[in-house]
C-alpha cells in the first residue's frame, strides 16, 4: 500500500492518517520544484542516515564472519596456510557462482555500473531484488577474498537503501535521482571514512553538474553516514599510505 492510496475510516487515526497524506502530498509537490533546496537537504540527511546504517550492518556483517574464519583477524588473509586461501577462494567463488545463476538476469546486475544504468535510464529507481543480491553476494565475496572491495557493493546499498524509502513515498523523478546519488556519497563515505571522496564522486560521476540544489544534500548526505559510521569504527584511517622519499637525480 502506498501512503497517498491509504483510505480514511472512522475515529481519529483515519484523521491522522489524511492528514499525514495531505502531508506528503504537499511535500511531493515543493521537492520537484527546481528551487527546492531545504527540502532536498532534509532529503539528503535522511538518506545519509538511511545509507550509513545500512553500510554498518554491510561492515559489521563481513568483518564478523571474516573473524570466525581467520582466528579472530579480519583481512589477514596471509596468516592462512596456501591451501586453505585456495580452498576458501575456490568454495565461495562456486557459491557465488551458483546464487547468481540462480537469479534472473536482471537480479544479477550490481555495483556501479548498475546504479550508472539506473540513473541513466530508470530516473535512478533501484529495484530491491538486485540490492539484495549485492548484499549477500558482496558478503561472501569479501569473506572468502575474491578480488572485489567494498566500493561497488558500498556504491550500490547506499543508493538503494536511500532511493527505495523515496519511491515508496512516491517522490518526484528530480529526487529520486538526488536520493540515489546521496546514497552512493554516504555509502562511499560510511565505508571508508572518505567523506569527500564520496561527495567528489557523486558529483563528478552521477550527478555530471555542480548545482546548490544537487550539492547541497550530497554534502549533508555524506557528513550525516559519516557521523554514524565514525561512532561504530572510530575515526581510523581506511588507507595507511607509507611515507616514500625520492632521491635527487642529479
Known sequence: MQPRDIVAAPGHNASMRAAISRQLERYRLSVARPDA?????????????????????????????????????????????????LYLALFGGLILGLMFQWLSRDARRVGILHVLERLEYHQGRMPWRNAVSQFLGGTLAIISGQSIGREGPSAHLGAASS?????????????????????????????????????????????????????????????????????????????IVPTISLGSLS
Open 37 to 85: 533546496v531545504p527540502q532536498l537537504a532534509l532529503l539528503g540527511i535522511v538518506a545519509g542516515i538511511l545509507a550509513g546504517l545500512t553500510i554498518i550492518a554491510f561492515r559489521l556483517l563481513a568483518e564478523r564472519l571474516q573473524s570466525g574464519l581467520l582466528a579472530g583477524q579480519a583481512g589477514h588473509f596471509a596468516a592462512l596456510a596456501p591451501e586453505h586461501r
Open 163 to 239: 532511493n527505495l524509502p523515496a519511491q515508496w513515498l512516491q517522490l518526484p523523478n528530480n529526487s529520486l535521482r538526488v536520493t540515489a546519488a546521496c546514497g552512493v556519497a554516504a555509502g562511499i563515505a560510511a565505508s571508508f571514512n572518505t567523506p569527500l571522496a564520496g561527495v567528489a564522486f557523486a558529483m563528478e560521476v552521477l550527478m555530471l553538474e555542480y548545482t546548490v540544489a544537487g550539492f547541497t544534500p550530497v554534502i549533508l548526505a555524506t557528513v550525516s553516514a559519516t557521523m554514524l559510521s565514525r561512532l561504530v569504527f572510530g575515526d581510523q584511517i581506511a588507507f
